[in-house]
């Protein structure tokens, strides 16, 4: 069974940093894609990384941008978003997600499988 697990949230000032990490269990990384997403109450699901290990593509949303960082500890099937300079508009649920056909991209409807998410919020 394919389960993903998020951790890593948690309230933080405005210009601090978090690190995410998705525990991946039931499958290996070769040739899926891994991506992080996030929801804000009110608003759409928005990609914000994503890394493909069958090309090694990797790609970031314009907000993050400089600040955000997608990485990967194969050993133990985890992924990080390593999250700096915080903004309180970087407040919501983040979700990491897996695509079996390995395409690295930052839209949510081509993952399979989901985590429960992990909330975030950035104080001003």
């Known amino acids: 069974e394919v389960q993903l697990v998020e951790s890593g949230g948690g309230l933080v000032q405005a210009g601090g940093s978090l690190r995410l990490s998705c525990a991946a269990s039931?499958?290996?990384?070769?040739?899926?894609?891994i991506g992080w997403f996030r929801q804000a109450p009110g608003k759409e699901r928005e990609g914000v990384s994503c890394?493909?290990?069958?090309?090694?593509?990797?790609f970031y949303a314009d907000s993050v941008k400089g600040r955000f960082t997608i990485s990967s500890d194969n050993n133990k099937n985890t992924v990080y978003l390593q999250m700096n300079s915080l903004k309180p508009e970087d407040t919501a649920v983040y979700y990491c997600?897996?695509?079996?056909?390995?395409?690295?991209?930052?839209?949510?409807?081509?993952?399979?499988?989901w985590g429960q998410g992990t909330q975030v919020t950035v104080s001003s």
């Open positions: 997600a897996a695509d079996r056909q390995g395409l690295a991209t930052l839209q949510w409807t081509w993952y399979d499988y």
């Open positions: 039931g499958f290996t990384f070769d040739d899926y894609a």
């Open positions: 890394v493909s290990y069958r090309d090694g593509n990797t």
